[in-house]
């Protein structure tokens, strides 16, 4: 085993996460924005006044626009664009606010998932030049994909279409198709990890730094963790998410508990294989 300091690493857990002795929520913050914006909401609405959609503070960040969306009724139905494009498959249709459910997205999950073909794709994340990001949840079982465009326009993020169709040829549909194998069939899981693994964590004795160290697959049993079966959400900042990579990131962020897990996955030999995984929770 060796230790790695965190430094930049540490400072985003922090910023992001909190640390034990700190106990930050990162989404105490978006709860203050959703409170105060679903109070303004309802001072209009007792006056009988229909409230224009203007910029706040959420939109500079999508990650903090899109869970302030998915928690806020009132606020969702100001951001999405009536009536609203609706695809299912090749028939298209429209939704009519008076027919718009709250849509809770993956807020109601204790986690939420992301997919990169590479590391650097990763620094996307934060990026508050965006304009236009996807929302995704991907339906292991049926192959389905259903997506939500959301654009930013004068400043404000709003939902212009849905889309639901079957996973399109060369749009991670191998990937998805070894993975749903991968965690419902543990004798194809066990011949489909890198031995040894390489696993990076947190040091128990030292919180400021780092472990690097490897698992046989024996261990992996023991340490991993729960793994989604049925659906994975996405969140498509412009990364490419293609069949043609040989790479795969799969990112399991906790929501407001500190729990972040990776697995990295490559293909060699034709065959996908977990070959590192890192868990840094809090």
């Not at 498509?236 to 990776?262: A, P, R």
């Amino acid at each position: 085993m060796k230790k790695v300091l965190l430094g930049s690493i540490l400072f985003a857990l922090l910023v992001s996460c909190g640390n034990g002795k700190t106990k930050m929520d990162p989404f105490t913050t978006i709860t203050g924005m959703v409170d105060s914006v679903g109070h303004k909401a309802d001072t209009l609405r007792e006056a009988g006044v229909k409230e224009e959609p203007e910029p706040i503070e959420a939109d500079e960040l999508f990650d903090d626009f899109i869970f302030n969306y998915a928690s806020d009724d009132a606020l969702q139905r100001q951001r999405t664009v009536f009536p609203l494009p609706y695809y299912n498959g090749d028939t298209p249709s429209k939704i009519e606010e008076k027919f718009w459910k709250h849509d809770y997205l993956f807020t109601k999950q204790s986690y939420y998932t992301m997919l990169f073909d590479k590391e650097g794709d990763m620094d996307m994340v934060g990026d508050t030049a965006l304009s236009a990001v996807q929302v995704e949840w991907i339906f292991l079982k049926t192959r389905m994909v259903k997506k939500y465009y959301f654009q930013r326009v004068k400043g404000m993020w709003m939902l212009e279409a849905i889309n639901l169709r079957h996973i399109e040829e060369g749009e991670n549909e191998d990937f998805v198709s070894f993975y749903t194998r991968f965690v419902t069939d543990s004798l194809y899981q066990s011949r489909h990890i890198r031995n040894p693994l390489q696993y990076i964590t947190i040091d128990p004795d030292d919180e400021f730094s780092i472990l690097e160290t490897t698992l046989d697959v024996n261990q992996w049993y023991a340490f991993r963790p729960v793994m989604p079966v049925d659906k994975l959400s996405n969140i498509n900042y412009g990364q490419k998410n293609e069949d043609l990579s040989n790479t795969k990131i799969l990112k399991v962020n906790g929501i407001g508990n500190g729990y972040s897990v990776i697995f990295y996955f490559r293909k060699r030999g034709g065959e996908w294989e977990l070959y590192k995984y890192e868990d840094t929770s809090i």
